[in-house]
């Protein structure tokens, strides 16, 4: 049972450069979020799905675009990536509605230099 | 803006001391909250969720935690470290929303000597 898998684990980039990360789930779960960690400042949504088909802006959207490609994949790209953007980023997934936990990836490591 | 602090970022315990890591959530409302694990090199997991109910949640590998309303507090505890735990952790709330997006706290680092 994979879960919530990611590619790539890890990625350097130079400045400018663009890329995609892609996301996929195999829990049939119909919300898709992605995350950004950075030291001491815990974990930020980027963007996230509720439902295929939708998607919306997070705490975090600049510099950030996503597809809700189907209900299993989400990605997230860099257009031009900044040094900024140097971080560990997580796709997690859940069931709709209120009372439901996240299951998270295994993270990209993306270093931009 | 709704928020998630911890109020200890680094912890460092000798092994089988007791664990207390603190959690306190902004929103008023009904929330759920969460604590996750990130083992060094490893994705998040579950510790242990608190819906609704009795507000002390017991999770897995011996970890328990309370809610408490009035102090909008849920602090993470376990009575015996072990060199194992050594991981961050982070709280995580449900915030107002129903759409599953977690605000997260800042984490807390947590290094159990042997």
């Known amino acids: 049972n994979a879960g919530v898998t990611q590619t790539p684990k890890f990625q350097v980039l130079k400045t400018g450069q663009s890329m995609t990360l892609q996301c996929a789930q195999d829990m049939n779960h119909n919300s898709m979020y992605w995350y950004r960690q950075d030291p001491g400042m815990g974990l930020r949504l980027i963007y996230y799905s509720a439902s295929e088909g939708t998607t919306d802006k997070g705490e975090v959207p600049n510099g950030y675009n996503v597809s809700r490609l189907n209900k299993r994949e989400f990605s997230l790209r860099l257009e031009s990536a900044a040094p900024s953007q140097t971080s560990v980023y997580f796709c997690a997934s859940n069931t709709q509605g209120r009372n439901t936990e996240a299951f998270f990836g295994q993270g990209t490591r993306l270093t931009v230099v | 803006a709704q928020s998630v602090s911890q109020h200890n970022h680094h912890v460092i315990l000798s092994e089988a001391a007791s664990l207390e890591l603190g959690c306190n959530y902004s929103y008023g409302g009904t929330v759920n909250l969460f604590w996750y694990v990130q083992y060094p090199g490893q994705h998040l997991q579950l510790l242990l969720k608190y819906f609704s109910g009795d507000p002390l949640v017991k999770g897995i590998k011996g970890f328990e935690a309370e809610f408490i309303k009035s102090k909008f507090s849920f602090n993470l505890r376990k009575p015996s470290v072990q060199w194992s735990d050594t991981a961050e952790y982070f709280c995580?709330?449900?915030?107002?929303?129903?759409?599953?997006?977690?605000?997260f706290g800042q984490g807390t680092t947590l290094q159990v000597k042997p």
């Open positions: 995580a709330s449900s915030g107002s929303s129903n759409t599953g997006k977690l605000i």
